[in-house]
């Protein structure tokens, strides 16, 4: 079970830090990709950590800007995002597969039930 928090409304320019917390497996085994979805658009990728926290990957239009990060100890995984845009705003999600990375959506098991992140010009 994944649980996504930490969204809220900001001025073009700020940041915001995502978490996601994850419960009843085994945390440090599985890959936990960050994805948004805009009103009517499709849900996309925005980044993903891999199992051990070794290799990140970023969607271009968020790299240089977002990091993520997690700490299997508290089982939680982090999406910190700067100079936030009005075009990030969107529902965000947090997901997690087995071990590796990957950038598609139905690659992943487990979903968070999503975070509002709004912000104004």
């Known amino acids: 079970q994944l649980q996504a928090s930490g969204g809220g409304l900001v001025q073009a320019g700020g940041s915001l830090r995502l978490s996601c917390a994850a419960s009843?497996?085994?945390?440090?085994?599985?890959?936990v990709g960050w994805f948004r979805q805009a009103p009517g658009k499709e849900r996309e990728f925005v980044a993903a950590i891999s199992s051990n926290g070794g290799y990140t990957y970023f969607a271009d239009s968020v790299k240089g800007r977002f990091t993520i990060s997690r700490d299997n100890g508290k089982n939680t995984a982090y999406l910190q995002m700067n100079s936030l845009i009005p075009e990030d705003t969107a529902v965000y999600y947090c997901?997690?597969?087995?071990?590796?990375?990957?950038?598609?959506?139905?690659?992943?098991?487990?979903w968070g039930q999503g975070t509002q992140v709004t912000v104004s010009s």
């Open positions: 997901a997690a597969r087995y071990i590796a990375v990957h950038t598609s959506p139905s690659e992943y098991d487990l």
């Open positions: 009843g497996r085994t945390f440090s085994n599985y890959a």
